[in-house]
C-alpha cells in the first residue's frame, strides 16, 4: 500500500499528463514521461508511448460538455498507472522516480490547471497580454486612458 505521499505524488502525475495533453509541450512531454514509466524498458516505454497517445486522442475528441468529466477520468487512470509503478518498485527506487515524477508534475500540472506555459486552444482578438507564472502579478493597460 502507498503511503499518502506517494499517492498523491501519482494523482500529480496523472494531473499533468491530462494536461500536457495537446498542448504545444505534449511531445516534449509524453517522450518524458513514457521514459519515466518504461524505467529502461523499450517495449514498455512503447507500450506507455501508446496509452499517452490514446489519451491524448480521447481529450482532443471529446466535446466541450464532457470535456471535464473526461479529463477527471484519464488522470485517475494515469494516476492508477503511477501508482502502480511506485508500488512494485524498492525504496531506492520509489524515491529516484518519486523526485522525477514531482519533477515532472511541476512542470505541467498544477492547481489552477495551467500546463507548463503552454497556451493552446486560444483567440485573441486586439491587444492581448498573456502571462505565466505561479502566483505572480502583472497589471496591463491597453488604450490611452489614463
Known sequence: M??????????GGGMAVVQAAGSDSWAWFRTRCARLV???DSAR???????????AAVLAATG??????????HAVLWQGEFASLLGSLSSTEQERLLTQ?????????????AS?????????????????????????????GG
Request: aromatic share 4%.
Open 45 to 55: 516505454e512503447s507500450e506507455t508511448l501508446e496509452l499517452l497517445d490514446r489519451t
Open 116 to 144: 507548463g506555459g503552454a497556451l493552446t486552444g486560444n483567440a485573441f482578438h486586439g491587444p492581448t497580454a498573456v502571462q505565466t507564472g505561479n502566483h505572480n502579478r502583472q497589471e496591463n493597460h491597453f488604450g490611452s
Open 64 to 73: 466541450e460538455g464532457e470535456r471535464e468529466r473526461v479529463r477527471a477520468v
Open 101 to 113: 515524477l514531482t519533477q515532472l508534475t511541476r512542470e505541467f500540472g498544477s492547481e489552477d490547471g
Open 38 to 40: 518504461g524505467q529502461g
Open 2 to 11: 502507498l503511503t499518502e505521499a506517494l499517492t498523491a505524488v501519482a494523482a
